[in-house]
């Protein structure tokens, strides 16, 4: 079983910055991709970014030039260091990552408790 903790989030003003960082721990073979995805009230879960192991990351169109993400494969971290940010970035930020815990077992989808980020003046 595969923990995620997330930290970082919090308010601030439209166009400041913030970092999100996730952590994974437990029963970790390998971990395929690590990721962000957000969920706004009223909304559905969307991807923010995602990178796999091997470095290659996708972001989703409304945050492409303003976020990147970063990962350390040798302490299962991810970031996500968010700039320029407007008040429709404000949600709850999901950590995600997709793991295996030996090298038999198939990739499972694991998912931190969330943290909130708010945008406004």
């Known amino acids: 079983q595969v923990q995620l903790v997330e930290s970082g989030g919090g308010l601030v003003q439209p166009g400041g910055s913030l970092r999100l960082s996730c952590a994974a721990s437990g029963s970790i073979f390998s971990i395929y991709t690590m990721g962000w995805y957000r969920q706004a009230p009223g909304k559905q879960r969307e991807l923010v970014a995602a990178?796999?192991?091997?470095?290659?990351?996708n972001y989703g169109d409304s945050v492409k030039g303003r976020f990147t993400i970063s990962r350390d494969n040798a302490k299962n971290t991810v970031t996500l260091q968010m700039n320029s940010l407007k008040p429709e970035d404000t949600a709850v930020y999901y950590c995600?990552?997709?793991?295996?815990?030996?090298?038999?077992?198939?990739?499972?989808?694991?998912w931190g408790q969330g943290t909130q980020v708010t945008v406004s003046s």
């Open positions: 990178i796999t192991s091997s470095g290659s990351s």
């Open positions: 995600n990552c997709n793991a295996k815990t030996d090298l038999r077992s198939s990739y499972y989808s694991s």
